[in-house]
Nanobody, 126 residues
Framework: QVQLVESGGGLVQAGGSLRLSCAAS????????MGWFRQAPGKEREFVAA????????YYAESVKGRFTISRDNAKNTVYLQMNRLKPEDTAVYYC???????????????????WGQGTQVTVSS
């Protein structure tokens, strides 16, 4: 089992920044690919960003490319999502997720991930 706990959410004005953190415990964090997803009220969960373990490749949704940056610190068992130039449409509950990395994973698909955090609310006011 991998336990994931997100933090760093909050209320910010449009154009502002937030950094989300996801602390992992349990199995060897460094073997896991990590992803961030979000879900706005009345909408389906959507992919935001992911970072693999094997190649340290980064993946982003088009809607956040150039504004958000995903990174990981394996020594701290933590993955981050730096969010800049936030927009009201970024308002959502943000979840981090983990999957034991392997070839062929579709990092943008939620069902690929085995473990999920409880989520942290991000609200961007206009």
């Amino acid at each position: 089992q991998v336990q994931l706990v997100e933090s760093g959410g909050g209320l910010v004005q449009a154009g502002g920044s937030l950094r989300l953190s996801c602390a992992a415990s349990g199995r060897t964090f460094s073997s896991y690919a990590m992803g961030w997803f979000r879900q706005a009220p009345g909408k389906e969960r959507e992919f935001v960003a992911a970072i693999s373990w094997m190649d340290l490749l980064l993946y982003y949704a088009e809607s956040v490319k150039g504004r958000f940056t995903i990174s990981r610190d394996n020594a701290k068992n933590t993955v981050y999502l730096q969010m800049n130039r936030l927009k009201p449409e970024d308002t959502a509950v943000y979840y981090c997720a983990a999957v034991l990395d392997r070839r062929g994973i579709e990092y943008g698909l939620g069902y690929e991930y085995e473990f999920w955090g409880q989520g942290t609310q991000v609200t961007v006011s206009s």
